[in-house]
């Protein structure tokens, strides 16, 4: 019996299985960050520190009051309708967020199932349906973070930060939230233009031995 006739179904199965591997990992690596950029950008609409003063904190769903030198001691209420909020540019603001996130959890929540679903069931994995969502995503939050500093001249905010007005806090200081909001921002931009990682595959053409030197060549080609 030949060698190559041999050892051909083993070498076919181990190229099969460095071909499957490698997809795998980068699909799984891809679906994390997608997913990290998706609770990063919860924890910026959540946060109530976008902007604030040593006693009062705000941000787009949630303010936040202390008595002075007792920050642990917070007292936090909620806008939980767009009624609630101060002016039409908090509004305004607040549905591009939130539509900005809810654009990047539905890619993540793409890149999982392509990450870890059969093939057969995700044919259209590494289309650039998930890099335009995350492109709009990010488009549109920063629309919204564009449209948030103007609600610093509605009366909720002059009373906070005195003498704000449109894109001038006043005495309120920039918070941790916002900075987040705008790193959020950057990575969304930056993970729409890499894409889904094209991976290349490799795959054992022909084996042969060479008599005299008893050694294994493989020829290989490159598909891509």
């Not at 959540?46 to 006693?55: C, G, N």
């Not at 909020?85 to 900005?100: E, F, K, N, Q, Y």
């Not at 590494?126 to 973070?145: N, Y």
Request: charged fraction near 10%; aromatic fraction near 12%.
């Amino acid at each position: 019996m030949r060698n190559d006739l041999l050892f051909s179904p083993f070498l076919q199965m181990k190229n099969l299985k460095l071909r499957e591997v490698p997809a795998f990992m980068a699909g799984g690596v891809w679906a994390a960050v997608g997913l990290s950029l998706t609770c990063l950008s919860a924890l910026s609409l959540i946060s109530p520190a976008w902007f604030q003063t040593p006693t009062f904190s705000f941000g787009v769903l949630t303010y936040c009051s202390w008595p002075p030198g007792n920050s642990w001691n917070q007292s936090c209420t909620t806008f939980w309708s767009l009624e609630d909020m101060p002016d039409a540019a908090w509004r305004v603001s607040a549905s591009m967020l939130l539509g900005g996130w809810l654009l990047l959890a539905s890619s993540a929540v793409l890149l999982l199932s392509w990450a870890l679903g059969p093939k057969e069931l995700c044919p259209r994995r590494g289309s650039g349906l998930v890099p335009g969502m995350q492109a709009a995503a990010a488009t549109i939050t920063t629309v919204g973070l564009l449209v948030f500093p103007i609600s610093l001249a509605s009366p909720f905010t002059k009373e906070v930060c005195k003498c704000s007005s449109l894109y001038h806090s006043g005495k309120c200081q920039l918070g941790w939230g916002y900075v987040t909001a705008i790193l959020y921002v950057l990575l969304a931009g930056l993970l729409s233009i890499v894409g889904w990682p094209r991976m290349t595959k490799v795959q054992g053409r022909a084996i042969f031995f060479s008599t005299d030197t008893d050694r294994i060549i493989l020829t290989l080609e490159t598909i891509k």
